[in-house]
């Protein structure tokens, strides 16, 4: 990635060595990624500290008054500066439903990102530096898998959990059984990418070397090839994550997701769609807006990052 | 040739057989499928006669042996919720989600190749870089977000098309379709478009990058030196060079048609098969449930399999490449 040209000091200073490389640059370089990278550090950061930064906390019963139920947006004429995007069917302020929303979207799309990355990453290094048997069986399933769309798999292994749940589970449970059906869903395209690098990198010299002195199969793999693949698994994941709240969002709107008591943006636009046809448009188009936002900006990010690390396109 | 098919068609009867298991452990052990039919106050012998009579007391391999028979044939007994035969309610919606998804399918193909041609042609003109900012917005749009939108813009402010159903059927033999009648077609538009949508960026985007990959190889340079007019290097060169891939992901594509149609259902009260499947998801009907996926996996190993063999037809050099590393792997 930032390889160093021979005959050049390398700046000792990490922040120096960011600012100094090849990513950094093409970052800065490209407007378009240097808003969306803004954009989607603004989503993350309002997730993230939602109980501050949100005007008011829409699921404390305490502080909803009925009475403030179905408020336009602030520059309508019947709106509120107290409530800047309305208020939904039980007089919650959209603005704050939103950011705990966007909380709930991106806890589950990084989980399960991370839980389809752990299994992807670990049986492609598995199938890639054993081969034989192991990459047979690995690659098969993976393939098998990927004969069926993700959401459909995703949407599958939900409906069960939610069957097989005791219903007084079922609402408690709904986030962790999310994670589980959407990284599951996931995990082969990280399972073939990583095999695919495994197998390059399998055959390098230092990987030679390790093994010759003896180094444990464990260790060399963990140590020294993951690192080596971790470039095309990361871009990966940026676009798993976009993809990771999409898939999140259809679930929920589907009504198999995340319960209306603890609302995720897919949710509030399915409880929101109930009022489209008498004219309450904003309950539903501002939690719409806000999803495709943060998908945009994600994606946006994730295309940039695929083609700063591929040196083809350099 | 013939090894390399028959390896095809043994995949894919491995992979239906995984999913048939699959749905064969839902139905068999999701639930107590004897408390779905017999009353609450049914005594322990009712239940263990109704146990006999359902085989469930067989072996477990018998009673799988079973499942795959009843599964080739059609049967795969009565939904809990509507306590009708599952492979009645299958083929009264399949029309329905067939026609949605052909529609769709054709929408896409038209739209995406033109684009993605042009956009790979003319690589650096704004209207190129405005049709990729776009079809980018295409793919982060949830399909369910389209339909919202869409239904909001036409069927609520403008009032111009119908926000839900099919509008009128017109019924041929078993086969219900919406294209004899002008409220079918006005229908249809809305959720095509909702379900084309996020397809044709794909294949306007897959058809892009392979046409600029085409463009670079020595063959084009080679016919531009000739002096060859642009046309026929665009379309009788590089265009047909980028078919193979093409004809792929559009073929997988209709797979992941028919699963995306089940948000596009949903979102426009469509009353097709994944409409039914989701409304089974939420009753924890699973007979319908295991049904819809065995049904939708066979659809999609079938893709799968002409795919590959199209691709094998199509492409000459793979055939020069399984002959020379026969036995090699991938």
């Known amino acids: 990635m930032s390889d160093n040209p021979l005959g050049t000091t390398r700046p000792e200073n990490l922040l120096h060595r960011i600012l100094d490389s090849d990513i950094f640059y093409s970052f800065i370089r490209s407007p378009v990624t240097v808003v969306s990278a803004i954009v989607a550090a603004i989503f993350f950061f309002a997730a993230a500290f939602a109980p501050w930064v949100a005007p008011h906390n829409p699921f404390d019963p305490a502080t909803l008054d009925l009475m403030d139920a179905f408020t336009p947006p602030a520059w309508e004429a019947d709106g509120t500066p107290n409530f800047p995007l309305g208020t939904d069917d039980q007089g919650r302020d959209i603005l704050s439903t939103i950011i705990y929303g966007s909380r709930v979207s991106l806890i589950v799309g990084f989980s399960a990102v991370l839980f389809s990355m752990v299994i992807g990453v670990g049986l492609g290094l598995l199938a890639g530096y054993l081969s034989g048997w192991v990459e047979t069986i690995v690659m098969r399933m993976a393939d098998v898998q990927l004969t069926i769309p993700a959401i459909l798999v995703a949407l599958m292994i939900d409906g069960v959990a939610h069957i097989l749940l005791p219903i007084h589970l079922r609402d408690e449970m709904a986030i962790y059984v999310l994670i589980l059906a959407i990284g599951i869903s996931d995990w082969p395209r990280y399972a073939r990418v990583t095999r695919g690098a495994t197998l390059v990198e399998r055959n390098k010299e230092y990987v030679s070397a390790a093994r010759v002195i003896g180094v444990h199969p464990v260790k060399i793999m963990l140590s020294h090839v993951l690192p080596n693949v971790m470039g095309p698994v990361l871009v990966l994941a940026t676009i798993g994550l976009a993809l990771a709240v999409i898939t999140e969002a259809t679930l929920s709107f589907l009504g198999v997701g995340v319960p209306p008591t603890q609302p995720s943006l897919g949710t509030l636009i399915r409880v929101g769609n109930n009022f489209l046809f008498s004219g309450e448009w904003w309950i539903t188009l501002f939690p719409s807006l806000a999803l495709v936002t943060l998908v945009?900006?994600?994606?946006?990010?994730?295309?940039?990052?695929?083609?700063?690390?591929?040196?083809?396109l350099r | 040739m013939t090894a390399y098919i028959l390896q095809r068609v043994f995949q894919a009867v491995a992979v239906m057989i995984v999913v048939a298991f699959v749905s064969f452990l839902l139905f068999n052990f999701v639930g107590d499928p004897v408390d779905n039919m017999v009353g609450q106050e049914a005594s322990f012998e009712d239940r263990e006669a109704m146990r006999d009579s359902l085989g469930l007391n067989d072996p477990f391999i018998v009673q799988f042996g079973r499942f795959l028979g009843n599964a080739?044939?059609?049967?795969?007994?009565?939904?809990?919720?509507?306590?009708?035969?599952?492979?009645a309610l299958i083929s009264e919606r399949m029309p329905a989600t067939l026609e949605l998804v052909g529609a769709s399918a054709i929408l896409s193909i038209l739209l995406g190749i033109p684009l993605g041609v042009y956009t790979g042609i003319k690589r650096y003109a704004m209207s190129s870089r405005t049709i990729l900012?776009?079809?980018?917005?295409?793919?982060?749009?949830?399909?369910?977000?389209?339909?919202?939108?869409?239904?909001?813009?036409?069927?609520?402010?403008?009032?111009?098309?119908?926000?839900?159903?099919?509008?009128q059927v017109t019924q041929l033999g078993w086969w219900s379709t919406g294209f004899l009648t002008v409220s079918g077609w006005k229908a249809i538009i809305m959720p095509s478009v909702t379900l084309a949508l996020f397809q044709m960026t794909l294949i306007l985007r897959l058809v892009r990058s392979e046409m600029l990959e085409v463009m670079r190889t020595d063959y084009i340079k080679f016919a531009r030196a000739r002096g060859l007019p642009d046309r026929m290097i665009n379309f009788g060169h590089a265009f047909k060079n980028t078919l193979v891939p093409v004809i792929t992901i559009i073929g997988?594509?209709?797979?992941?048609?028919?699963?995306?149609?089940?948000?596009?259902e949903t979102v426009f009260q469509w009353p097709g098969m994944g409409f039914l499947f989701i409304q089974a998801v939420g009753f924890a009907d699973i007979p319908v449930m295991a049904a819809y996926l065995v049904l939708v996996a066979a659809i999609f190993v079938t893709i799968n399999l002409f795919v590959d063999i199209l691709y094998f037809v199509v492409d000459p050099r793979l055939r020069v490449e399984r002959t020379v590393s026969a036995g090699g792997g991938e």
């Open chain 2, 133 to 167: 900012t776009l079809s980018l917005i295409g793919v982060s749009l949830p399909t369910f977000v389209i339909g919202i939108l869409l239904i909001y813009v036409f069927s609520v402010n403008l009032g111009w098309l119908p926000s839900f159903g099919r509008g």
């Open chain 1, 296 to 312: 945009l900006s994600v994606n946006l990010l994730g295309d940039w990052l695929r083609d700063a690390l591929n040196p083809k």
């Open chain 2, 72 to 87: 080739v044939q059609g049967e795969f007994g009565i939904s809990y919720r509507l306590q009708r035969p599952v492979a």
């Open chain 2, 252 to 264: 997988l594509n209709v797979g992941s048609l028919i699963a995306f149609s089940i948000i596009t």
